[in-house]
């Protein structure tokens, strides 16, 4: 087998992996939210988020989960949840519980570095090429030039 076929499967699956994981993630935890387990209801209430707060979070958290698990709707879906997970994060840090942080933080970055690896162009910013200092100069001085004339 081309070896630049297998690292292409190999690196799909991997993606694939890396997505699946923290979409189900958070879909579990939304869904014991919807179900008001209650020691998820307690540190939720003792964050500042019960009753309809906390039916809100679970709404969140499931829709952007489910916008990120369909790859038709992932653009969207990875914008969600880097929201989600980001208020989750600062959340954390607010109350001081730094160590509760690190897991949205590492769902994340799983969820990035999956899309990454299934979708490279979701950071083509990275790879627009630069051109040459010497580019840069001419291109002002055509410009300068233009305005001149």
């Known amino acids: 087998m081309d070896r630049e076929v297998t690292q292409s499967r190999t690196r799909r699956i ?4 890396l997505i699946v ?5 958070l879909a579990g935890s939304a869904i014991v939210k919807f179900a008001h387990v209650p020691g998820v209801v307690s540190q939720m209430a003792a964050l ?6 906390l039916t809100l979070v679970a709404t969140l ?12 709707t992932r653009s969207l879906g990875v914008l969600m949840l880097s929201a989600f997970l980001g208020g989750v994060i600062c959340t954390h840090v607010q109350f001081g519980e730094y160590s509760k942080a690190m897991a949205p933080s590492v769902l994340l970055f799983l ?10 162009q979701v950071l083509w910013s990275l790879d627009a090429p630069r051109p040459a200092t010497s580019q840069l100069a001419e291109n002002r001085d055509r410009g300068l030039a ?3 004339a």
């Open 14 to 17: 991997a993606g694939s992996l």
């Open 21 to 25: 994981l923290p979409g189900l993630a």
């Open 48 to 53: 500042g988020f019960s009753n309809g707060k």
């Open 61 to 72: 958290e499931i829709v952007s989960a489910l916008l990120f698990l369909f790859s038709r």
């Open 111 to 120: 969820a990035w570095i999956g899309t990454w690896l299934r979708h490279p």
């Open 146 to 148: 233009s305005r001149i």
